[in-house]
T-cell receptor, first 112, second 112 residues
Framework: QQKVQQSPESLIVPEGGMASLNCTSS?????YFWWYRQHSGKSPKMLM?????GEKEEGRFTVHLNKASLHTSLHIRDSQPSDSALYLC????????????FGIGTRVLVRP | GGIITQTPKFLIGQEGQKLTLKCQQN?????MYWYRQDSGKGLRLIYY???????QKGDLSEGYDASREKKSSFSLTVTSAQKNEMAVFLC???????????FGPGTRLTVL
């Protein structure tokens, strides 16, 4: 059973549009979420992290976290073709130390 | 900044063969990780190590061995390669708990 669920599996967004990605953990010990971006043929790179309830914004990227429901979402506004990538959500549980659990990812395609 | 190098970049082996993948980092990070990524999907943790000579099993450790020879290097051995082993193996490192993980470029394994 996948402890970190991501939806949708894939997403097509017009250039300039908004992409919204979701991630939920089923592990009640999770207290930190990460979003990584992986361009095709490249390795994952950290995009944003969040551990407090609420919202965090960095440029065109906004992350929300609801700790009660263990749900996080990533929103990309003014999407660019260079945002086309696999977006991976990962969760840190306070009982698991350095160990991250990754979801299977959401593949985003931004159409010019 | 720092860099993670993985060797070899491509590895072709025969079914049943023992194969070794190597990873070096110069971030001076304490923790190192080995992940497997199948066909553009999420990452599954094989082994990780929080310090030199330490070894912790991940969710996918069966069929693999690992060794943390020194702080900067972490190797992974596929004990008996199977045809369904074909995947990209990613090495990562981080400073410790709740710290960003940095990834190497990966080793693509093909089993004939």
């Amino acid at each position: 059973q996948q402890k970190v669920q991501q939806s949708p599996e894939s997403l097509i967004v017009p250039e300039g549009g908004m992409a919204s990605l979701n991630c939920t953990s089923s592990d009640r010990n999770v207290d930190y979420f990460w979003w990584y971006r992986q361009h095709s043929g490249k390795s994952p790179k950290m995009l944003m992290s969040i551990f407090s309830n609420g919202e965090k914004e960095e440029g065109r990227f906004t992350v929300h976290l609801n700790k009660a429901s263990l749900h996080t979402s990533l929103h990309i506004r003014d999407s660019q073709p260079s945002d086309s990538a696999l977006y991976l959500c990962a969760a840190n549980a306070n009982s698991a130390g350095n160990k991250l659990t990754f979801g299977i990812g959401t593949r985003v395609l931004v159409r010019p | 900044g720092g860099i993670i190098t993985q060797t070899p970049k491509f590895l072709i082996g025969q079914e049943g063969q023992k194969l070794t993948l190597k990873c070096q980092q110069n971030f001076n990070h304490d923790t190192m990780y080995w992940y497997r990524q199948d066909s553009g999907k999420g990452l599954r943790l094989i082994y990780y190590s929080i310090t030199e000579n330490d070894l912790q099993k991940g969710d996918l450790s069966e069929g693999y061995d690992a060794s943390r020879e020194k702080k900067s290097s972490f190797s992974l051995t596929v004990t008996s390669a199977q045809k369904n082993e074909m995947a990209v193996f990613l090495c990562a490192s981080s400073m410790g708990n709740y710290a960003e993980q940095f990834f190497g470029p990966g080793t693509r394994l093909t089993v004939l």
